[in-house]
């Protein structure tokens, strides 16, 4: 039930647009307290007050606080410095959302370039355990805490053109195994959700802009929702302790 939700303090990275942003409405609804982290202030601070507004709309008493903190997950001394930019009334990180990721274009393996290479993987996978370290040492130590990593369908197979995109959830894919295994002997827990295809910004990004390619993408098939794969998070994170959903793979009805 979304009731064991209630006050828990809930970490998303890349709550600012896509995906990241509607699970910050369903946990205000919920009744938890959230950190909403991205790099683009603005969009944070629009995605806080649908949060309060809908946490007010629901009645809710429990929870409700947001603090927006602007950070990219790839920078070292800054996520080393997140702790502290928590206010400490919101009390602990109890359930941490790595979400923030992107792919930057469809490229014949020969054509990558280093910068799109190293930028993926900084976000995607350097910044993904970053983050896993920032608050693994207190969740161990509290025997409670929930890491709840986005990997993706191409972390589970690759398609051509996607060769480092694919390589980046990978490696979030076996990580997050190896993180689990790590912990199997405290209460934290570790999920991992692979989404298959998400209409987001992301969509438009991968082909650099060009809607025309992106849209081609959905011909024939009708994708996930950013609603969906918040509904499999706020699930994932609703179960009761003893269960952890350690990978849950979510894919439109009719994508191959
Ligand atoms: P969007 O591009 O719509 O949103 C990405 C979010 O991440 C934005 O809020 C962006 O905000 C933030 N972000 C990106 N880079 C960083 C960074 N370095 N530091 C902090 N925040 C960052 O993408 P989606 O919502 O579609 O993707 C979310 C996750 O879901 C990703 O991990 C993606 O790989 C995964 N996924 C997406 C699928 C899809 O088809 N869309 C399918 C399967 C998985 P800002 O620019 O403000 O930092």
Known sequence: STQRLEDKLVLITGASGGIGAVPAILFAKAGANLVLLARRQDKLTSVASAAQAAHKAAGQT?????????????????VNAL???????????DILVNNAGFVLGVDKIGDIKDDDMEAMFETNVYG????TQAFLKEFKARNSGHIINIGSV?????????????ATKAAVRSFSVSLLKEVVDTNVRVSEIQPGLVETEFSIVRFRGDKGAADKVYEGLEPLTGKDVAEEIVWVASRPAHVNVAELFVMPVNQA
């Open 62 to 78: 429990k929870g409700g606080k947001v603090v927006t903190v602007v950070l990219d997950v790839s920078d070292r001394e800054g």
């Open 83 to 93: 702790r502290g930019k928590i206010p400490s009334e919101l009390g602990q990180v």
């Open 128 to 131: 993904l355990i970053r983050m």
């Open 154 to 166: 191409a972390g589970r197979e690759a398609y051509a053109g996607g060769a480092i995109y694919c």
